[in-house]
């Protein structure tokens, strides 16, 4: 179903989300920096308070201490202030990143305009919280890692200046806990939770289907027995989950280990050591009260690997949209769609959305002259969306053509046809902003008066002046929440007319609202468009009486096509679909 | 929201189970930090005497000891945590079930026998006039509650329990043993440890109210992008589509400004609990240190107040990075709890042994051989549903009788489908009664004292959008008889005019349909679920817009099947118009709840 693409491969996703953050790779390496002075303190806290005691046992002048003490309290304030400000540095580069990635990815959707995927809500959702992903990328996926290496590394040549045996120690000690284990603590988690996400994939198709299906089920006696099927989903998922708690708790279990292995490690090669007299009492302490503090270090990685891997996932997927090629040709000349008449003339059009997808149009011709209004009609899935698509530069003829003013649409540039050919698409969106915003998309320039002018078209103004004190100014809310179904058509609809196109194209504009809505907002629809040539897609039948032409559209071909009346007293689709029984003398048959 | 939902280690035992594991693996680690701390500082102080290794092998051996059996714990609590978490999820799963479903499942406290619990009709749009009829309104809620919901639980038991019972057991065993060592240490630790969670507090409650009051402009700024996306066709369409990459940084970077500032005191509560816990561990050391010159006290207690200080505050620390993560486990929870609070509307309590026997003896026996249907009468029955003012259904008094067609007709929102609600039992009346009479009208019963499930065994229901399951055409269709034999399921779909196109899929009447039947069109999920219908060969028929959005062909076939399945039974269709009055006997028009005119 998708465009085609090429196949990114799941490392390069990681690689190129990191490429999108190197604008900001200075504020960035700030932020690690104070990462490393906070987590560091609390390492050197204790090293330094090690080193404080032994010498103290000593019983030294209080002199010898006294920048042991100092530092020992600076220690203890930077750790906090520290830690704080490198999280508000990285989040601050965070969310500069953010921005750039964004305009990034927008930039990139709106010159390739991949917009069949934007037939499904989750797909864009996905696609926008893809993006964000970026964030996290660099708070919680980069820093952590970077950090424990720059503190690590300074821990283990403090270990390894103190006695070479127990620096190394450490330092297997570290990549132990902070790299192996996590990696093979995922690598192990990874069956389990293949097997638990299929488990939980089944319960949770058998419980939406008994909770969607629900009404279905209790009328007709069935609803113990799914549950019974979601009960045993749900045993299922509750076996894996039990049987693999076995494997999870690897992790926790080595990590201890390791820690507490290394800790015992450097106080045996210490021990040893000052018994062999190649190190003091002194710094003997300092490298087991070091070693025991180090593994503060490795901590946040364990849940890096999985961040990673979530980040990972999320740029293969954004790359997958973004690599896609533009779908439609043209822009590179120069040439402006003609004044005057601009007839529109579709022949042998040809269109699918993949090469082993069926034709989504298959031949269809079409005329559609100044001033006249026509409606492709067929149910859906018919391909007359596709149509729209064409007409509104989303989609490239694959065959046949497409003519405004006597020549094809692909040899203009996409933005001079939207021009002259706009209106209201599939679904029109309903920007989270003001009525006065949502109207001047289709006119930047226009004056307060011209929009009420195109609210009064809509027939949309009055109740706008009834019911919104603050008029043009009202925020409609996401989606425009805020308005009802008929309103939301009304404002696409106003939107279509203050754009002032020479064909108006009217994907759907009823879809979804109850027959009352739909009929009053056909009929002011109809109205409006009065003496603009009009192209209406449509899936039923109100309205179709007034139309000059109609074509109806089965499996991407053009069935039948001539007015209302001429359509009606022909037996065929047309015909029937308005419930009249066929013609005397055709031999079919009627119901009762 | 509490750390600790007492409703939690109520509603699953599991809970309980792990609650003591999780006290007792506590104890044990705590004791484990200890020795730890004791050895290490022997060791050291040993050394720091001359001692060498063979003196201080003993405590070196405990060492690696101690370090082995502080693994196995870790290992064994995280693995004990996690299976008590699946069984925790499992039996909170299944009392929402059983809940939503009225069902009583294995395993569940839930529901007394005899009466069901509340049933899945409460939360039903299909009894709401206003809704297209989508099902259970909240049903994709519901599942995502049920499984990634309460996935998050994992991080709860197995995270972030265990630690809130080290931090209430190991500052008071650190303060103890530190105590008897060094008052003044001792000193430091008790007032600085409890200092913690009460800025912590002040500071989240800070950062709450700046965060309510910046709500509306954060959630506008952080929605911008997704809207922008979300509408690229619309913008392109205008060829406005270029212009926003602009506005999109601009509102991004409005975002990062009102974020941080929030960010900023957000951030202090982790910055409270780093600075008074590193802060209280250097000025204990600066201190013993002091006191350790001055001869005041011995080098291995200097240590062991040393070692054991930060462990004073490290649960704590780890119990405040676990916080945001659990509580969304904990907060799935509650949303379970209350979903298992909400009372369903309607009749409370079982129904008596007379009210049931009138109500049995109002039905002819269940009717696959040719019995006659019960004649339904509507006693000025009013219906209001819950939360609501408006009546769906005011006063309306009508008869269905027994083998004849009626055709409720009017304006979307008008009633039809509160009538129908009614009849299938989905929705009782709020006023008036519906009775249940025999055919010669005799042994006249109020509707709700016949048992529901024997009333709804009458009746076959076509919706408007019949719902089929991802499972096989045959399961689909055998919704209603799960024992019905192949040859009786095809009888049916032949009658419903379904056999032609399951016979062209795949693998016939074995294909699966894919979810919510994504395989077949509107107009043959449509002619499925009359094939239910007509192998429930039922005496009452409801059907609900047969054919609305249907294209013709399929429009003529599933009217030619409704046709067949109204012969000779009660049938009762609604329908937007009047196409259908040739097919039934009457005709009733209802609006704004009311019957008009018959016909």
Redesign the interface.
């Known amino acids: 179903m998708s465009d085609p693409h090429p196949v990114v491969h799941p490392n390069r996703g990681l690689r190129r989300m990191i490429a999108l953050a190197r604008p900001r790779g200075a504020r960035f390496a700030l932020g690690v920096l104070l990462g490393a002075l906070a987590t560091g303190s609390g390492v050197a806290l204790l090293s330094v308070a090690a080193w404080l005691l032994a010498t103290a046992a000593t019983h030294p002048p209080i002199t010898a201490l006294s920048v042991a003490v100092v530092a020992t309290r600076a220690l203890g304030v930077s750790r906090g202030v520290t830690r704080y400000l490198e999280r508000l540095v990285t989040h601050d580069a965070a969310f500069r990143t953010l921005a750039d990635v964004r305009v990034r990815v927008y930039e990139r959707l709106a010159h390739s305009e991949p917009v069949r995927r934007f037939r499904s809500g989750d797909l864009v959702s996905r696609l926008v919280n893809d993006t964000d992903a970026t964030q996290d990328l660099l708070v919680r996926g980069l820093t952590p890692p970077l950090v424990s290496v720059v503190t690590g590394g300074a821990v283990v040549a403090l270990g390894t200046a103190l006695l070479v045996p127990g620096g190394l120690l450490l330092a297997a000690g570290l990549l132990l806990a902070g790299l192996a284990v996590p990696l093979f603590a995922a690598a192990l988690g990874r069956a389990p939770g293949r097997r638990q996400a299929a488990a939980r994939g089944e319960l949770s198709t058998t419980l939406v289907d008994t909770l969607y299906g629900a009404p279905d089920l209790v009328a007709y006696g069935a609803m113990e027995r799914a549950v019974q099927r979601v009960e045993r989903a749900d045993a299922e998922l509750t076996r894996v989950a039990e049987r693999d708690a076995v494997l999870l708790g690897f992790g926790a279990g080595a990590s201890a280990l390791v820690a507490g292995g290394t800790v015992w490690g450097t106080l045996l090669l210490g021990v040893a050591a000052v018994e062999g007299g190649t190190l003091g009492a002194i710094p003997m302490a300092v490298l087991v009260l070091t070693a025991l503090a180090a593994f503060e270090i490795v901590a946040p990685l364990p849940a890096v690997a999985a961040r990673l891997g979530a980040v990972r996932a999320a740029g293969t997927r954004l790359f997958d949209v973004l690599d896609t090629e533009p779908v439609v040709r043209g822009g590179g000349s120069e040439r402006t769609v003609p004044e005057g008449d601009l007839p529109l003339r579709v022949r042998g059009l040809r269109v699918r959305y993949g090469p082993d997808e069926p034709w989504a149009l298959d031949g269809v011709d079409l005329d559609l002259g100044p001033g006249r209004r026509i409606a492709v009609l067929g149910p859906s899935g018919s391909g007359k969306s596709t149509l729209a698509a064409v007409l509104f530069r989303f989609r490239d003829p694959d065959a046949g053509t497409v003519e405004l003013g006597g020549v094809d649409i692909t040899a203009y540039p996409v933005d001079e046809v939207r021009g002259a050919v706009s209106g209201v698409p599939q679904d029109p969106h309903i920007f989270a902003s003001t009525l006065r915003e949502n109207l001047r998309l289709a006119r930047p320039g226009a004056d307060d008066a011209e929009l009420w002018a195109a609210l009064e078209r809509a027939r949309l103004a009055e109740d706008v002046r009834e019911t919104m004190p603050e008029g043009l100014d009202t925020e409609v809310g996401a989606h425009g929440a805020r308005l009802s179904g008929g309103m939301r058509r009304r404002l696409a609809l106003a939107r279509a007319l203050l754009a002032a196109p020479r064909i108006l194209v009217l994907d759907e504009p009823t879809t979804h609202l109850d027959p009352d809505a739909r009929d009053a907002v056909l009929a002011d629809l109809l109205a409006a468009s009065e003496g603009c040539a009009t192209l209406l897609i449509t899936h039923d039948l109100a309205g179709l009486e007034r139309m000059d032409e109609i074509y109806v559209i089965v499996d991407g071909r053009v069935l039948q096509h001539g007015p209302h009346t001429d359509l009606l007293s022909r037996d065929g689709w047309y015909r029937r679909a308005h419930g009249l029984p066929d013609l005397p003398g055709q031999g079919l048959r009627a119901v009762r | 929201m509490r750390p600790l939902d007492p409703r939690l280690v109520r509603a699953a035992r599991a809970v309980r189970t792990h609650l003591a594991v999780t006290v007792a693996c506590g104890v044990a680690v705590t004791g484990l930090v200890l020795a ?1 701390a004791w050895l ?1 500082a022997r ?3 040993g ?2 005497a001359g001692e ?2 063979t003196e ?1 092998s003993g405590a ?1 051996t405990a ?2 000891v ?3 059996v ?14 008590s ?3 925790a ?2 039996q909170l ?2 009392r929402l ?2 809940h ?4 009583r ?2 395993g569940s406290p839930e529901s007394a026998p005899g009466e069901r619990g509340p ?3 409460w ?2 749009g ?1 009894t709401d006039p206003d809704d297209e009829g ?3 309104p ?3 809620e ?3 509650l ?3 919901g309460l ?1 998050a639980l994992d991080d709860y038991f197995a995270r972030y329990l265990p630690q809130l019972v080290l931090a209430v057991l190991v500052p008071l065993a650190v303060l103890f043993v530190v105590a008897r060592a060094d008052w003044i240490s001792a000193l430091v630790i008790a007032l600085t440890v409890p200092l913690i969670p009460v800025f912590m507090a002040l500071v989240g409650w800070h950062t709450q109210a700046r965060t309510r009051r910046q709500w509306r402009l954060l959630n ?1 700024l952080g ?20 212009a ?2 602009a506005i ?2 601009r509102i ?2 409005e ?2 400004h009102a ?2 500032g929030t ?2 005191v957000a ?2 509560s ?7 816990s ?6 204990v ?2 201190e ?3 006191r ?2 001055y ?1 005041m006290l011995d ?1 291995e207690t ?2 062991l107040v ?2 054991l200080a ?1 462990e004073a505050y490290l649960p704590l620390r780890e119990v405040g990075a676990r916080f945001h993560a659990s509580m969304e486990g904990v907060a799935a929870a509650e949303q379970v709890f209350a979903v298992l609070d909400e009372k369903p509307p309607g009749r409370a309590g079982p129904l008596s042994e007379a009210a049931l026997r009138t109500g049995a003896r109002a039905l002819v026996r269940p009717c696959r051989d040719g019995c006659a249907a019960p004649r339904i009468r509507f006693d000025a029955v009013s219906l209001t549903y819950p939360g609501r003012t408006a009546l769906a259904l005011s006063e309306v008094s009508l008869v269905i009788r027994p083998g004849r067609g009626l055709l409720l007709t009017g ?3 008008s009633g039809k489908s509160s009538l129908l609600a009614l009849l ?1 039992r ?1 929705a009782e009346p709020t006023g008036g009664t519906i009775l249940v009479e025999r055919p010669s009208g005799e042994g006249g019963a109020p509707l709700e004292h016949v048992p529901v ?1 024997r009333w ?2 009458l ?3 076509v ?1 408007q959008h ?2 089929l ?2 499972d096989t055409v045959l399961d689909n269709i055998r ?2 008889r ?1 024992d019905a034999s192949v040859s009786e399921v095809r009888r049916a779909a032949e009658l419903a005019e379904a056999h032609d196109f399951v016979s062209a899929l795949p693998q016939g009447y074995g294909t699966r349909l894919g ?2 039947g994504a395989r077949l ?2 107009g043959q999920r449509q002619r499925v ?1 009359l094939a ?1 219908a007509f192998l ?1 060969d039922s005496p009452i028929v409801l059907l609900d817009e047969p054919t609305a ?1 249907l ?3 399929n ?2 076939a599933v ?2 099947a409704v ?1 067949r399945l109204l012969e000779g039974r009660t049938g009762v269709v609604v329908a ?1 118009d009047t ?1 259908w009055s ?2 039934v006997d009457e005709t009733v028009r209802i609006e704004s709840g009311r019957i008009g005119a018959m016909t």
């Open positions: 730890q290490l060791v050291i102080a050394t720091h060498g290794l201080l070196i060492v690696a101690v370090a082995l502080r693994a196995a714990l870790a290992y064994g609590a995280e693995a004990a945590a996690l299976h978490a699946a069984r999820k499992s799963r299944r079930i059983a939503v479903t009225g069902v499942v294995t049933g899945p009709v939360l039903s299909r989508a099902g259970t909240r049903a994709g519901l599942a995502t049920a499984t990634r996935d506008r929605g911008h992008f997704l809207d922008v996306v979300e509408g690229l066709p619309t913008l392109a369409v205008f060829r406005r589509a270029k926003q990459a999109i940084r991004t970077d975002h990062r974020t941080m960010l900023r951030f202090l982790a910055f409270v609990l780093e600075l008074l590193t802060l209280a561990v250097a000025l050391a600066v013993i240190g002091l350790l010159m001869g080098y200097a240590l040393l070692v930060p304006p979307s929102g299938l989905f499930e709804r065994e009746i076959a229901w919706p019949p719902y399951f991802d919704l209603g799960p979810e919510r069109s509107a679920a239910r429930r959005h294209d013709p062909d429009a003529a009217r030619t046709a937007h196409g040739d097919l």
